[in-house]
């Protein structure tokens, strides 16, 4: 597996750009559609959280260890919400995908499809992937639906996992698409996109 390098990924109305600090004014205004900070179970920053969650986020990515994106939506210009690769593992060509998330108006509509698309192609298709893997909190059932919509498969829950923000600690849902099942999986999110933009 090549070791993942920031890219600009690009197609389906949106464009992942590798996240930098110009994109906190962006992802602040991203965040306020919906308060999205209040739900437990997310890593989404409070405004004044903001700068602090990118430097995080860019300090992983000069460890080797993430590959974060700002999530441009191209029909309106704005940033919409941020993902990443994480748990980055070039030795098992595994990443996963996750610290995933949108603005309230972009929830249910193609952009979590676009994006996954763009991701998983990048990882089996330029990488060099077996396997890329997401994660998500046992409590939010949206992100598991949203997961398994995509057609990827639970490996399993991983109890009493990782601390949430309110300093409870939860149990994680893991979850795969394996190289061998990539070609399926591409040509239903293809579908899933064609379907949308017919609507």
């Known amino acids: 597996m090549i070791h993942p ?11 992942l750009e590798p996240l930098t600090r110009e994109h906190a004014a962006g992802l602040a205004e991203a965040a ?10 997310t890593s989404v920053p409070e405004v004044e ?8 986020a860019l300090a992983g990515q000069e460890k080797g260890e993430m590959l974060p994106w700002a999530v441009r939506e191209l029909k309106s210009g704005a940033i919409v919400g941020s993902t990443r690769y994480h748990d980055i593992i070039a ?18 509509t193609h952009v979590n499809t676009a994006c996954k ?5 990048y990882g089996f298709e330029k990488l060099g992937c077996k ?11 949206r992100s598991q639906r949203a997961i398994e919509a995509l057609g990827a498969k639970k490996d ?8 949430r923000r309110d300093g409870s600690v939860r ?13 399926d999986v591409k040509n239903h999110l293809l579908l899933r996109l064609k379907r949308n933009e017919a609507n």
Not at 5 to 15: Q, S, Y
């Open 5 to 15: 390098k920031p890219a600009t990924l690009e197609g389906h109305g949106v464009r």
């Open 32 to 41: 306020k559609d919906g308060r999205l900070w209040e739900l437990f179970f």
């Open 49 to 56: 959280q903001v700068h602090a969650y990118i430097s995080g």
């Open 91 to 108: 030795v098992a060509d595994r990443v996963e995908i996750g610290y995933t998330w949108y603005a309230a108006r972009c929830q249910r």
């Open 117 to 121: 698309l763009l991701l998983f192609e």
């Open 131 to 141: 396997v890329v893997g997401l994660r998500t909190d046992n409590f939010n059932f």
């Open 156 to 163: 399993g829950v991983i109890r009493h996992h990782w601390p």
């Open 171 to 183: 149990d994680t849902v893991m979850y795969s698409v394996l190289l061998a099942e990539w070609p």
